[in-house]
């Protein structure tokens, strides 16, 4: 991180919007997801959502009535930017393969070969907003040896999204002992904002 002071104005706007207005995402009319742009635009935003709400959520949870006066502190900040970043990637590759497994299986989908092309776009479309390169590049890498393993008829329903679960827990800036503590509840926290994404992508999908 160098010697740059982070404050909670490198929270962008954007974020904080997201995790506010999270509540209120449902009752907004949703439309139909006809093409791959629109799917592109899901995917991002939903892998978005989820890891803002369960990060934020997670951290003010523990913090309680000092998770805004963290904000001043810049080691924390620095963890904060760096542990939204990892999770936002794996959460990205998750959906990723979700939606291509969903529609391989549902749809007989098979042009998979979209699902690396959207993923890519995505990282580098995020350059803009100050994602660090070397988790780009990683994510880039994972998303690879990912791929290489993948069944795509029956990936979406053999817990696709464990692996940005998991990468909640491991990088949300909170002591080891109390994320010991609160390893189930944590891990469920996101699989269950993964329910509200999978039921949207369902009822929106129209190949």
């Given at each position: 991180?160098?010697?740059?002071?982070?404050?909670?104005?490198?929270?962008?706007?954007?974020?904080?919007?997201?995790y506010?207005?999270?509540?209120?995402?449902?009752?907004?009319?949703?439309?139909?997801i006809?093409?791959?742009?629109?799917?592109?635009?899901f995917?991002?935003?939903?892998?978005a959502?989820?890891?803002?709400?369960t990060?934020?959520?997670?951290?003010?949870?523990?913090?309680?009535?000092?998770?805004?006066?963290?904000?001043?502190?810049?080691?924390?900040?620095?963890?904060?930017?760096?542990?939204?970043?990892?999770?936002?990637?794996?959460a990205?590759?998750?959906?990723?393969?979700?939606?291509f497994?969903?529609?391989?299986?549902?749809?007989?989908?098979?042009?998979?070969?979209?699902?690396?092309?959207?993923?890519?776009?995505?990282?580098?479309?995020?350059?803009?907003?100050?994602?660090?390169?070397?988790?780009?590049?990683?994510?880039?890498?994972?998303?690879?040896?990912?791929?290489?393993?993948i069944?795509?008829?029956?990936?979406?329903?053999?817990?696709?999204?464990?692996?940005?679960?998991?990468?909640?827990?491991?990088?949300?800036?909170?002591?080891?002992?109390?994320?010991?503590?609160?390893?189930?509840?944590?891990?469920?926290?996101?699989?269950?904002?993964?329910?509200?994404?999978k039921?949207?992508?369902?009822?929106?999908?129209?190949?």
């Amino acid at each position: 991180m160098g010697k740059y002071k982070l404050t909670w104005k490198d929270l962008s706007w954007n974020d904080f919007k997201i995790y506010l207005f999270a509540l209120f995402k449902a009752f907004i009319p949703k439309k139909k997801i006809n093409d791959l742009d629109e799917l592109e635009n899901f995917i991002q935003s939903k892998s978005a959502w989820v890891t803002q709400v369960t990060l934020y959520g997670y951290l003010k949870t523990r913090m309680g009535t000092r998770y805004v006066l963290h904000f001043e502190n810049d080691e924390f900040m620095g963890s904060v930017n760096l542990a939204k970043w990892n999770i936002y990637s794996v959460a990205l590759q998750d959906l990723t393969f979700f939606s291509f497994s969903y529609l391989n299986a549902n749809f007989n989908y098979q042009n998979t070969e979209k699902a690396k092309e959207i993923f890519f776009n995505i990282l580098d479309d995020e350059t803009t907003n100050k994602m660090p390169t070397n988790i780009i590049e990683e994510a880039k890498k994972n998303f690879g040896d990912r791929l290489d393993k993948i069944n795509w008829e029956t990936y979406h329903q053999d817990l696709p999204f464990n692996p940005s679960a998991l990468s909640l827990y491991k990088w949300a800036p909170i002591a080891e002992e109390l994320k010991k503590l609160d390893r189930k509840i944590v891990l469920n926290s996101v699989i269950l904002k993964w329910d509200i994404v999978k039921k949207e992508f369902k009822e929106r999908i129209k190949f």
